[in-house]
């Protein structure tokens, strides 16, 4: 079935086109006075699209045969450290969105999961979490025999311009004295680049990111060639490939549309993200959520009492929703309350 989606129009379609649009009445309109105050108000229409049995799938809440069916996030994500059960939760969901795209024959592959603990941008930030839901990806890799390294970017620069972005700092030797399992055997660490391809038939990197000055692209670039020639999948666990502007051109407007051509070259295994208001990162509104071969799905987090939440799913697209429509289907919900 198509995935409904929540979109904003400055009119319904024409009559006969697959779906029935429901008019929604504007949201966030009030009265000051005599004079009528409008914020944010919009027409907002909603296309519940048709399943392949006449069967509609409102806003994508999967009531339907064939709808999507919501899953249990976990909730209080915003209470660190969180508890074992909802770190355990997303390393499953990661590796198994992972394992999706390797058995379909995927060689370039990414996974963004970033809950409170795997966000860089926060304090709260843990490497231990993060070498947690590596090894669970490692350990399901190496399950049918496949022979896993998990790489971790070399220090860029050269003299005292040389470093390593501040989340990768120390890594190397941590996984050094990790306990890998029973197939340890199959599993080596190193470092990035083309000619780490020829000693192992999967590759994990963790983060690699770009650093002020210097830009990990091109040894990225050349690894995954090598890898893709060779038919050996290359994952990116939580990638950072954002340019950083920097002195002598680094990561500037130059060459920016072959960069994001060459990051559009790998396909999404696992996506998790959480959605705030603004740039605040307080309170949280919901998620974005994405697994292999699955529907991008827009969840909405609802108080129900003191300390007792949920999160409920509000849409579902074809392809990853632009934040016009991810808040287009936040209105769509709160309009419906």
């Known amino acids: 079935m198509q995935a409904a989606i929540v979109s904003t129009a400055a009119a319904p379609p024409i009559a006969g086109r697959i779906g029935a649009w429901k008019h929604q009445r504007p949201v966030a309109c009030r009265r000051t006075g005599t004079q009528r105050q409008v914020k944010h108000c919009q027409q907002v229409y909603v296309r519940a699209a048709a399943g392949a049995d006449n069967t509609t799938a409102a806003n994508g809440n999967g009531n339907g045969n064939g709808a999507v069916a919501p899953v249990a996030i976990p909730t209080r994500l915003n209470t660190i450290p969180h508890e074992r059960t909802t770190r355990q939760f997303f390393y499953q969901q990661t590796t ?82 990790m306990d890998w ?52 999948p290359l994952i990116l666990i939580n990638p950072k490939l954002t340019d950083i502007q920097s002195a002598g051109g680094v990561g500037s407007v130059r060459g920016r549309q072959g960069r994001l051509d060459f990051i559009a070259t790998f396909v999404t295994a696992f996506h998790f993200r959480l959605l705030y208001r603004g740039a605040a990162m307080h309170p949280i509104m919901g998620a974005l959520r994405y697994e292999y071969g699955g529907p991008w799905e827009v969840y909405r987090r609802v108080e129900l009492g003191p300390g007792v939440e949920s999160y409920d799913l509000i849409g579902s697209f074809d392809k990853e929703p632009t934040p016009t429509l991810i808040t287009d289907a936040f209105r769509a919900a709160w309009d419906r309350d």
């Open 181 to 232: 399992g029973e197939h340890a055997d199959l599993i080596t660490r190193g470092n990035m680049g083309a000619a780490e391809v020829e000693s192992a038939d999967a590759f994990v990197l963790i983060s690699p990111q770009n650093i002020v000055g210097h830009s990990i692209m091109p040894i990225l670039s050349e690894m995954a060639d090598a890898a893709e020639g060779a038919g050996k």
């Open 96 to 177: 198994a969105g992972i394992l999706k795209a390797v058995a379909a024959g995927e060689t370039r592959i990414s996974a963004r999961c970033v809950f409170p603990e795997l966000n860089t941008e926060f304090d709260v930030y843990r490497i231990g979490t993060m070498l947690e839901l590596v090894r669970e990806v490692v350990t399901a890799l190496t399950a049918d025999g496949k022979r896993v390294k998990v790489c971790v970017q070399q220090a860029l620069g050269k003299g005292v311009f040389m470093g390593l972005p501040l989340s990768l700092n120390g890594v190397m030797r941590i996984m050094d004295k």
